[in-house]
Nanobody, 128 residues
Framework: QVQLVESGGGLVQPGGSLKLSCAAS????????IGWFRQAPGKEREGVSC????????FYADSVKGRFTISRDDAKKTVYLQMNSLKPEDTAVYYC?????????????????????WGQGTQVTVSS
């Protein structure tokens, strides 16, 4: 069955870096978009960054532009989120999700309701 497993979260000081990984299994990743989303306590889930099939198109929320980088390795069926210059307001549970079975070649936005299968999430805490 379709499965997504996030890893790489943890506790980091402000200004530090983390790299999240999303390992996919049970479906063909190639034609699907993958998104990273986050949800902080008391807040709605928001789209952080999304990447289209074959990495042709990417989207970043304004709050993370210039600090986060999304990438994908279809051979390894893994999508990454490199997070640099982390801030306390980046603290949240981070989820990856896929548009599968919908093929997506362009991601002008990153709305959670366009993604159909979700991982269990990984906690990122930015604190001194």
């Amino acid at each position: 069955q379709v499965q997504l497993v996030e890893s790489g979260g943890g506790l980091v000081q402000p200004g530090g870096s983390l790299k999240l990984s999303c390992a996919a299994s049970g479906f063909d990743l190639v034609y699907s978009a993958i998104g990273w989303f986050r949800q902080a306590p008391g807040k709605e889930r928001e789209g952080v960054s999304c990447i289209s099939s074959r990495g042709r198109s990417t989207f970043y929320a304004d709050s993370v532009k210039g600090r986060f980088t999304i990438s994908r390795d279809d051979a390894k069926k893994t999508v990454y989120l490199q997070m640099n210059s982390l801030k306390p307001e980046d603290t949240a549970v981070y989820y990856c999700a896929t548009s599968f079975p919908i093929a997506v070649s362009v991601v002008p936005q990153c709305p959670p309701n366009s993604y159909n299968y979700w991982g269990q999430g990984t906690q990122v805490t930015v604190s001194s």
